[in-house]
């Protein structure tokens, strides 16, 4: 009876009706009202879900699929409560009929754009719209009136320079170079095979060091002395029976610096021994080896920089905190 309750409920909450943004007055828009809506009301009466905007705020599902609605909280919890509420729309709306409208915009602009958008202002009406080609309207604003200046602090009304996004890595030969080698072999002396002597294990370090700064060929990593890279490889045996049979694990580690930030990968490897034993565990060891290698080069071929669009996101994600505060 109980569960049934829930779903009754769950079923009877409601679609948020989107009202026109002319019906927005600065504090209230619909059922939302600016610094009286909680968390916990809008739970209650609508169905609700988290925001991809950012945590202080919650999703409404719109009775329009084509518009995400997120309520902009103060905070995060029960209590928060509205500072704003944003929009976002699949299918892009016109500038000119949010003029028709709202009343005539004027357009703001983030200094050294990578893309060709704006901030299209609505200030007495506490709207703003990100504008991309000067007419797609794809997110919109609704924050009090008064808080609007603050949120265009970043912004210049002059019309700024498209500019060519930075690429730091540009003329980089897509090589990460490393300086450091360490090899660390732990294998237990208890009930270890006489075959595997200290001079097998010195040599195995020795074979696993080389080997290292060889890279095996995949042409994304280079040893270069005096480089802060670093390559660190363990191979560790378990206990051995008496059978002289033990299981193998070789961990390589690896961290290198880039243009783009640092690398970080990894190769692992792991078998069972019982004869032949040097030459047994040196396979384990060039698994890893490779295995590493390629976790380097996979992760090279995705380096570059950042997305065109990244710049834009975290100019309105900024604009955002400033039309629409919280605290952490």
Known sequence: MIACAVSLLLLQKADFALPSLAAFDGTRW??????????????????????KVRPEAIALRADKPDVEVEVLLDGRGDKARAGGVHLKYETP???????????????????????????????????????AGGESVLR???????????????????????????DPGEDWDRVVRFGRVTVNVDVPRKNRPAEIANRDLDRLQEDAAYDARRTRGRGSIAYERGEDGVYDLTIRAGEWNDKGKASITVSANFR????????????????????????RIYRVVERALDALDQDVSNKVKKLGPPPLDSQRHEAWRQILADAAPFRS
Do not use: H, M
């Open 93 to 131: 709306r016109l500038l000119r009929d949010l003029v028709a409208e709202l009343g005539p915009s004027e357009p703001r602009f983030l200094p050294d754009r990578w893309e060709d958008w704006q901030v299209a202002v609505f200030p007495s009406k506490g709207v703003l719209a990100q504008v």
């Open 256 to 279: 290198g610096e880039t243009p783009y930030g640092p690398v970080i990968a990894y190769g692992t490897a792991t078998d069972t021994v019982s004869y032949d034993y040097r030459n």
């Open 140 to 166: 919109v604003l609704l924050c009090a009136p008064e808080r609007v200046g603050a949120s265009l602090r970043i912004l210049s009304p002059d019309r700024t320079n498209l500019v060519r996004r930075p």
């Open 30 to 51: 619909g059922e939302i009202a600016l610094g009286e809506s909680t968390d916990g009301s809008l739970k209650r009466r609508f169905a609700t879900a988290k925001a």
